[in-house]
C-alpha cells in the first residue's frame, strides 16, 4: 500500500496562488505514488477545476462558509475539527503537508501522534512581521519537523527569529515565469493570481 | 538492525526526578535513526526502572550502569563512548534537554560539510522564570572551518553538550574525558576541536542547559573561593597546554593563552573583589605560579583593567587588583586615576612596584589603558567610584568614600547624596567632605534624607552622589561590595510620618533603596486597606470607580467641553505624549514668545516628561484632560491624537507630522493592503479631524503626505523642528552645554526602526570605539521599537542619546550623521554636513522588500556603505576632510528632498493655525 500523505490548505476551491500551489504538490505527491488527500478547511464558491486529471482525493471539511456570529464559528470550528480527526485516524500516519498558517492552527488542535509534519509559509518574513502573522507562525509552526519558506533569506530570517526547523523550497515555476528553470507544475489547466493581492504580492510593491 | 545514524550518550547520576524530561527530549527528536545510552553512574534512587520504564515504551533507549559511583562526568561519558554504535556521539546531561530539531540540525550539517564534529547553540533557562539567555552564540555563525585555526573564538565554547563527534575521529584519536578531575570538558572539546578534519558550526540552538541562577550563583562564587577548585581549573590548562604543545598551531596556543587570562583569570580575580584578604590571599597564591609561568604578551588584547588587575596580582596586592576590577564588575566606576605621559594613559597605581620588568613588561607596558579613554570622559558622564561604608542597623546617616576622579572633587561646587527614581533625584542629603588620602575622600551625610519629589511606599531607587561642577551635574551610583540586607534608614514622608528607606544590593554592586512602612499610622493604614479588600465587592466597586474615573467622566467631561466655547489655549503632544520635542516643541517655544497669553499643555502619557515651567502636563486620559482638550483653541501633535477624544468644532487641529519619510509609507508600503483598514496609521478618523499638515518641502507633499491620505491644506515649505536644527547649530557654547568634546568629530548615528526587535546595532559600536575613541565622540539615537545598549565602559566616546528630548540641540552640535534610513537625515542635510549610510540591507531593502522613495546611490548627500569596514573607511576620508560625495550633491539635496528652512517655519506653522480656526 502507497503512503499517506494529507495536504492542508485554507481552501482549495478559490482561484489563487495558494490553492495552485496545493493541487500542484498534491499532484505531483500522487503521480509520484503517494496516496493523497487534499484537504481544504472551508468551501469557496464558485469551484475553480485546477487539472482535468486529479489523481488526489479532494476533500473539504466544513459543509459551508463560517457563519459570522461567533457562536456559530465555534461550532463550525468544533465540526471541522472533529473531520479532520477523522480524516487523519483513518489507516496508517504518513506525512502531512499544511500549505498556510490557518491551516496549521486547525491541525495543531486534533491528535496527530505518528505523523509527519511540513509546515509552509508563502509569504516573506517582513510580511509575517508587520502584522499578526510572525506570533502565529513562531507558535505553530515551532514543532513541526519541518518549515519550509519559498527563500533561503526567509528561512534564515525565521531562524533568527526563534524556529530550528526551517528551511526554504521556491514554489512549481508557471509557463512564462522567470522561475522557469524551476520544476513545472504537473497541474493540466492554468489558475492564475489574482494580480496585487495574496501570495507574493508584496515581492511586487518595490520599483 | 543497522547501526542508527547517532548515538546519544545521556549521563545520570541519583536524578530519577528529572530524568524522564531529559529523555523525553531525546525520543521526540525529529532525527528518528538514533540510539540512546542512558550510562548511569551508579544511581541509588530508582533511576533503573525510570529507564526500564522508557525503555519499553521507545526501543531505542539502553540502559549501562557503572558498577561504582565516579563522582564525575568523565567516567560515564568515556563509557557511553565505548558503548556507542552510530557513526555520530552526542552527549546530554539528565538535568538538561535537547532542542527538538537538534539531532537533525547538526547531523545534517556535518554530513553536508562532511565534517568530524559540528556545534550549535546552548540555551542557558532560568529554572524559576523560565527565561532562556543564547550562550557565547557570538561564535556560532554558520559555517565550515577547515580546522580550529579558521575560527579560533570556537574555544570559548567549552562545552560537550552542544555538539556532534564522529564517532571514528574520538576513537582513532582516543579523544577521551579525563577522569578524577573538575572542567574534564574543557580538555574534551579543546582535542576534539583540534582532532576534527572539519569542523560545521551551526547558528541553531541544540541545547538547554537548565540553570537556578540563584542556587548557581551562590554556589558558583562558593566554589570559586575554594582553593581546590582553583587547583582544578589550573591543573586542566596545564593539560591543554601539554596537548596544544604536541597538536596545536601556534596561533591556537595564543589564542587559548588569551582564553585563559580573560576569561579564567577574570572569574578569579572578580571573586577578589568580594572576599576577604585571608581568602583573596590563597586565591592569588594559588594562581601565581600558573600564571607567571605563561607568556603573557597576550594581555596586551584584555580590557585595559583587565591587565592592570593583572599586574597587581603579579605583584601579589590585592587592593591594586581590586581597585582595578572595580571598573569592570561595578559599571566602568573608577576608583583611581590615570595620567597622561607622553600622550598615553597610565593607571595609577599606589603599591610600590619594582623598577625593573614583571612579567616580561615593564610597568608602563601594564599600566597604559590609553584604549579605555579615562581621562576623556565628558563630566557628566563620568563613573566616579562612590563607595558606601559599612553600614549596620540603627544607623540614620550614611557616610562612604570617592575616588578622586583626575583630582576633580576639590572643584566640585555641590557634593550631595540623593535618591534616585528611574534617573529623577526624589531625595537628598548633603554631606561632609573630608581629604583622607591624596586618592580618596570621605564623605558623611549630615542630615537624613528627605523628599523632594513624589516618593511612596513601594517605590523603588538607587543611591547615587550629585556632584555640581557649574552648569553640569555628575550623577554617579553609589556602590558596595555587600550591603547588609536589613538596614532601613529612616524617611520622613510628611508631618509626624516617618517611613523606613530599606537598602539592598543591586545589580554591579549598585546600592539600592525601597520605602517601606515604618510609620505606626501607615501600618495601620496597611493593615485597614487589607482588611478592605478582604470584604465581598470591594473588588469590583473599585474597577467600577476606576472605570468611572478614567473613562465615563472623562467622556462626559469631554463631552460637554467640546459644547461650550475655546480658552486661550494650546495642546500639544509628541510621538503620543512620550516626548517633549518634534515639531510641537519648535511651534509651542515660539508660541510663548510671540502669545504668552495662550496657556500650554503638553500631553505626558507616561508622566515622566521634562516640561518648562509654564508649560502645564496633561493626562490626555483623565477627567481634567479630556477637559482642557476639548476646550482647546490649538491642537498641534505629530502623530494622531486618539481618536475617542472629544475635539470642540472650534479647535483649530495642526498636524505636523513627525518627519518626511524615506522608507515607503501608508498606502505605498507593502503590508498596506494586508493590514486591516482599522490598524492603518493614521486611521481615517485621525485625518478628518486634522485641520492642515505641515510639509516641509514638495517631496514631502508628493510621498509622505500623498501615502498617509491626508487631502487637505498643506502648510508648504515649513519646517519648525528644521529651524531649531540651524537655530542649534549657530548657538555659540553649545557643546559645552551638551558636555560634548570641543576637539573631537561628534558623530551622530541614529539608525531607523527596524521591522523586528533585535537589540543589535548595524554600527558594530565596539569595533567602531576601539577605532575611533581618541578622535570621534559617537552619540546614538536607537528607536525606542528597537533599543541598543550602549555599555558604561565605552564613556570616554560613545553616549547614549535615545531618550534626550532636546534632539534638535544634538542634531545641531554633530558634525557627522550616520543613519540607514532615518527621516532624520532630512533636517540633517540642511547643516550640509557629511552624512553616510550605513545599510548592510540597502539592495534587499530597496529591491525586495519595503522600498524608499529616493533612490540613495543618485541623490543621497553622502554614500551608501554596505558594511563596517566601508565605514571606517569613509569616516577616515571624512576626518582627513576628504568626503567622496560632492558639495553640489549636497547642496541640490536640500530644495529637492529636505526643503528649506528659513527660521520662519513656527511663525507660518501658528499663522495657518490662526487661520484654521
Known amino acids: 500500500m502507497s503512503a499517506r500523505m494529507i495536504i492542508m490548505a485554507n481552501n482549495i476551491d478559490e482561484v489563487g496562488g495558494a490553492q495552485r500551489v496545493a493541487h500542484s504538490l498534491a499532484q505531483g505527491f500522487a503521480q509520484r505514488g503517494f496516496d493523497v488527500d487534499l484537504v481544504g478547511v472551508v468551501p469557496h464558491e464558485p469551484r475553480h477545476r485546477f487539472t482535468d486529471d486529479p489523481a488526489y482525493r479532494s476533500i473539504t471539511l466544513a459543509e459551508r462558509p463560517l457563519p459570522n456570529d461567533p457562536a456559530g464559528r465555534k461550532r463550525a470550528r468544533t465540526a471541522i475539527l472533529r473531520s479532520l480527526q477523522a480524516l487523519i485516524d483513518q489507516g496508517q500516519p504518513g506525512i502531512i503537508i499544511t500549505t498556510q498558517l490557518w491551516a496549521m492552527e486547525h491541525l495543531e488542535e486534533v491528535d496527530h501522534r505518528g505523523w509527519r509534519i511540513i509546515g509552509q509559509y508563502h509569504s516573506s518574513f517582513e510580511a509575517a512581521a508587520g502584522g499578526r502573522d510572525l506570533a502565529r507562525a513562531l507558535k505553530s509552526y515551532a514543532d513541526v519537523d519541518s518549515f519550509v519558506l519559498l527563500t533561503h533569506e526567509d528561512a534564515e530570517a525565521f531562524r533568527r527569529a526563534g524556529l530550528n526547523n526551517t528551511c526554504s523550497i521556491p514554489n512549481a515555476g508557471t509557463p512564462g515565469d522567470p522561475h522557469a528553470h524551476l520544476p513545472r507544475s504537473p497541474l493540466t489547466r492554468e489558475g492564475s493570481a489574482v494580480p496585487g493581492r495574496g501570495l507574493g504580492a508584496h515581492r511586487r510593491a518595490a520599483p | ?917
Open chain 2, 1 to 917: 538492525m543497522t547501526a542508527p545514524e547517532v548515538s546519544i550518550v545521556l549521563i545520570t547520576f541519583n536524578d530519577a526526578k528529572r530524568l524522564p524530561k531529559a529523555l523525553r527530549s531525546l525520543t521526540r527528536q525529529t532525527l528518528s535513526s538514533m540510539e540512546i545510552i542512558v550510562v548511569d553512574d551508579a544511581s541509588t534512587d530508582n533511576t533503573a526502572d525510570v529507564v526500564a520504564k522508557a525503555a519499553a515504551a521507545d526501543p531505542r533507549i539502553r540502559y549501562v550502569r557503572l558498577e561504582q559511583n565516579s563522582g564525575g562526568c568523565s567516567a560515564p561519558r568515556n563509557r557511553g563512548i565505548a558503548e556507542a554504535t552510530g557513526r555520530w556521539v552526542m552527549f546530554c546531561d539528565s538535568d538538561d534537554e535537547y532542542e527538538r530539531h537538534a539531532a537533525k540540525n547538526l547531523l545534517l550539517a556535518v554530513e553536508v560539510a562532511d565534517a568530524d564534529l559540528g556545534c550549535g547553540v546552548v540555551e542557558r533557562v532560568d529554572s524559576r522564570t523560565g527565561k532562556r539567555v543564547r550562550w557565547r552564540e557570538n561564535c556560532h555563525d554558520a559555517a565550515v572551518l577547515e580546522s580550529i585555526d579558521d575560527r579560533l573564538q570556537l574555544i570559548y565554547d567549552t562545552v560537550s553538550v552542544n555538539k556532534i563527534y564522529r564517532r571514528s575521529m574520538l576513537i582513532d584519536h582516543g579523544v577521551r574525558f579525563p577522569e578524577g578531575i573538575l572542567y574534564e570538558d574543557q580538555l574534551f572539546t579543546m582535542e576534539a576541536f583540534v582532532r576534527s578534519a572539519r569542523i560545521a558550526v551551526i547558528p541553531q540552538t541544540v541545547y538547554y542547559w537548565n540553570v537556578d541562577r540563584v542556587s548557581e550563583e551562590l554556589s558558583i562564587t562558593q566554589r570559586r573561593r575554594e582553593v581546590r577548585n582553583v587547583s582544578s581549573r589550573i591543573a586542566v590548562n596545564r593539560l591543554i597546554d601539554a596537548f596544544l604543545a604536541e597538536h596545536g598551531s601556534e596561533s591556537l596556543r595564543a589564542a587559548k593563552a588569551v582564553k585563559f587570562l580573560s576569561h579564567d583569570l577574570y572569574l578569579y580575580l572578580a571573586v577578589v573583589l568580594d572576599v576577604d584578604d585571608a581568602t583573596a590571599l590563597a586565591l592569588v597564591e594559588e594562581l601565581l605560579p600558573y600564571v607567571s609561568s605563561i607568556d603573557l604578551d597576550g594581555a596586551d588584547e584584555l580590557r585595559p583593567l583587565l591587565k592592570v588587575a593583572l599586574y597587581h596580582l603579579l605583584l601579589g596586592d590585592i587592593e591594586g587588583i581590586r581597585r582595578a576590577m572595580r571598573f569592570i564588575k561595578w559599571s566602568a566606576s573608577v576608583d583611581g586615576t590615570v595620567q597622561i605621559r607622553d600622550g598615553r594613559e597610565l593607571w595609577v597605581c599606589t603599591s610600590d612596584h619594582p623598577a625593573g620588568e614583571v612579567g616580561g613588561h615593564p610597568a608602563s607596558w601594564w599600566l597604559d589603558v590609553t584604549l579605555q579613554g579615562i581621562a576623556r570622559v565628558p563630566i557628566t558622564q563620568r563613573r566616579y567610584c562612590h563607595q558606601l561604608a559599612d553600614v549596620s542597623e540603627g544607623i540614620s546617616l550614611l557616610e562612604g568614600s570617592t575616588a578622586d576622579y583626575l583630582d576633580s572633587i576639590a572643584d566640585v561646587d555641590r557634593f550631595s547624596l540623593v535618591a534616585l527614581r528611574d534617573g529623577r533625584v526624589v531625595a537628598r542629603a548633603e554631606v561632609a567632605l573630608e581629604h583622607v588620602t591624596p586618592l580618596h575622600w570621605e564623605w558623611r551625610a549630615v542630615e537624613e534624607l528627605r523628599p523632594v519629589g513624589a516618593i511612596s511606599i513601594g517605590d523603588r531607587g538607587t543611591l547615587a552622589i550629585e556632584l555640581t561642577f557649574g552648569d553640569l551635574v555628575n550623577t554617579s551610583i553609589i556602590r558596595a561590595s555587600d550591603v547588609r540586607t536589613g538596614t532601613t534608614l529612616p524617611l520622613r514622608l510628611g508631618l509626624g510620618r516617618t517611613e523606613g528607606l530599606h537598602l539592598e544590593s543591586r545589580d554591579f554592586g549598585a546600592v539600592g533603596w525601597r520605602v517601606i512602612r515604618r510609620s505606626p499610622l501607615s501600618l495601620a493604614g496597611a493593615g485597614i486597606r487589607k482588611a478592605w479588600w478582604r470584604l465581598p465587592g470591594t473588588t469590583a466597586l473599585a474597577s467600577a470607580l476606576k472605570r468611572l474615573r478614567r473613562d465615563t467622566l472623562p467622556r462626559w467631561a469631554g463631552s460637554i467641553g467640546s459644547r461650550l466655547p475655546v480658552t486661550d489655549s494650546a495642546v500639544l503632544s509628541c510621538d503620543h505624549g512620550r516626548r517633549y520635542g518634534g515639531h510641537p516643541r519648535a511651534i509651542g517655544e515660539y508660541l510663548r514668545e510671540a502669545e504668552p497669553g495662550i496657556r500650554q499643555f503638553w500631553i505626558d502619557s507616561e508622566g515622566g516628561l521634562d516640561l518648562p515651567d509654564d508649560v502645564t502636563r496633561l493626562d490626555a486620559a483623565s477627567i481634567s484632560g479630556a477637559w482642557r482638550l476639548a476646550r482647546a483653541r490649538y491642537w498641534i501633535d505629530d502623530f494622531g491624537i486618539d481618536p475617542r477624544i472629544r475635539m470642540n468644532p472650534r479647535t483649530a487641529y495642526l498636524q505636523t507630522w513627525h518627519g518626511t519619510a524615506l522608507k515607503r509609507v501608508g498606502s505605498d508600503a507593502p503590508d498596506w493592503s494586508l493590514t486591516p483598514a482599522r490598524k492603518r496609521q493614521p486611521t481615517r478618523a485621525n485625518l478628518a479631524r486634522w485641520g492642515a499638515l505641515l510639509a516641509p518641502s514638495e517631496f514631502f507633499a508628493g510621498t509622505t503626505a500623498r501615502a498617509i491620505g491626508f487631502d487637505g491644506p498643506l502648510v508648504m515649505d515649513c519646517t519648525p523642528f528644521g529651524d531649531a536644527v540651524l537655530a542649534a547649530s549657530k548657538e555659540t557654547g553649545l557643546r559645552a552645554r551638551l558636555d560634548l568634546p570641543s576637539h573631537r568629530a561628534v558623530v551622530l548615528y541614529a539608525p531607523t526602526r527596524a521591522s523586528v526587535r533585535t537589540g543589535e546595532s548595524k554600527l558594530d559600536l565596539e569595533a567602531w570605539w576601539r577605532a575611533f575613541g581618541d578622535r570621534a565622540y559617537l552619540l546614538v539615537r536607537s528607536h525606542p521599537s528597537d533599543p541598543l545598549s550602549v555599555p558604561a565602559r565605552w564613556n570616554n566616546a560613545v553616549r547614549d542619546i535615545s531618550n534626550e528630548d532636546d534632539f534638535a540641540s544634538y542634531l545641531g552640535a554633530a558634525d557627522v550623521l550616520i543613519t540607514d534610513y532615518n527621516s532624520v537625515l532630512f533636517d540633517f542635510a540642511r547643516l550640509k554636513r557629511p552624512v553616510g549610510f550605513l545599510a548592510p540591507d540597502h539592495d534587499e531593502y530597496t529591491r525586495r522588500t519595503v522600498g524608499l522613495y529616493l533612490d540613495l546611490e543618485r541623490s543621497a548627500p553622502g554614500p551608501v556603505l554596505r558594511d563596517n569596514a566601508a565605514l571606517h573607511s569613509w569616516f577616515v576620508g571624512v576626518l582627513n576632510a576628504e568626503d567622496s560625495i560632492t558639495d553640489q550633491r549636497r547642496q541640490d539635496f536640500i530644495p529637492m528632498f529636505a526643503g528649506v528652512a528659513d527660521g520662519t517655519g513656527a511663525a507660518r506653522a501658528v499663522a495657518a493655525m490662526r487661520g484654521l480656526a
